[in-house]
């Protein structure tokens, strides 16, 4: 004789409604457990890109300088293809822009049209940077493209002085490649900043010569009419701002995305991420090239 029917027999394979929520329960855990390491996995892969870019960057000034008699790039310069030129749009043909390069030539300023000014490239872009819309600034102005690394005004902008063969002032180094006092190794080249910084609407232009609103390739602590505020004994107030939110950075800082440090391209072609733990003081000898100090072992 067959058995009775028994209703806590299983029906098929089908799940109860206890093992599903269990199975859920286990599948939530796992996706707990694993997003930290997607994270992890996807900030080592922005800050691998971020290093490639500032390597590029470095890279791209020993060949400038290559070409230019080891003159480095001027910061703002008078006299030439557009007139007028700004340090990124110096340095357009030798990360392989030469087609960007070309939109400022004849045009009296590099940054005088917004196909001139509006491109976005990628190389001056960190993946980590949320700050630009689509590599741009947001809102009015938004033509404008912006850049996540600016140059070291210390190292490009230190000769500031008029030039009477062309009748303006030429933003330049006083050094060359081959002659920077504290070596290429030991002084930095690029720094990392939100290319924008919501808190004061303010955006990093790589192709505008300077201003309130746009503080553009002359970067955060200069403009055609001064010094900001960096030197070498107030230094200890311009430290960076390490895993801060773009809409949380002040401009007058440099500013980085990633977690834990800045990045900065050294004048070798190398590049380092500068963490929490340096020192003011170590900070200071690695952005002046010519104080003669070594660099602290928290460097």
């Known amino acids: 004789m067959q058995a009775l029917f028994n209703p806590r027999t299983r029906r098929g394979g089908a799940f109860t409604l206890i093992e599903l929520l269990v199975v859920i329960a286990i599948i939530a855990i796992l996706i707990g457990l694993l997003l930290p390491a997607v994270q992890k996995v996807r900030e080592a892969a922005a800050r691998s890109t971020c290093s490639n870019n500032l390597k590029q960057l470095s890279i791209a000034v020993a060949n400038y300088a290559g070409a230019n008699g080891d003159k480095l790039p001027y910061q703002l310069k008078y006299g030439g293809p557009p007139t007028w030129a700004v340090f990124h749009w110096n340095i357009l043909p030798f990360i392989e822009q030469d087609n960007q390069y070309k939109l400022g030539v004849g045009i009296g300023a590099c940054w005088n049209s917004t196909p001139s000014n509006g491109g976005v490239i990628k190389t001056f872009l960190c993946p980590s940077d949320t700050g630009p819309s689509n590599g741009r600034r947001p809102g009015s102005g938004g033509d404008w493209a912006c850049v996540s690394y600016v140059s070291n005004f210390m190292m490009f902008s230190n000769n500031y002085t008029y030039d009477p063969t062309v009748g303006a002032y030429q933003d330049q180094s006083k050094y060359s490649i081959g002659n920077i006092p504290d070596g290429t190794s030991n002084t930095i080249g690029f720094m990392e900043r939100f290319g924008y910084l919501s808190a004061y609407n303010w955006a990093n232009l790589w192709c505008h010569p300077a201003g309130i609103n746009y503080w553009g390739s002359l970067n955060q602590w200069y403009s055609q ?22 809409n949380q950075a002040h401009p007058y800082y440099l500013s980085s995305g990633h977690s834990t440090t800045v990045q900065v391209g050294l004048m070798d072609g190398s590049v380092r991420g500068v963490s929490n733990g340096v020192s003011a003081t170590t900070w200071a000898n690695a952005v002046a090239p010519d104080d003669g100090n070594v660099l602290g072992t928290n460097w």
Do not use: E, F, H
């Open 225 to 246: 009419y001064g010094w900001w505020g960096w030197n070498n004994t107030t230094a200890q107030s311009y430290m960076p701002q390490i895993g801060l939110k773009s």
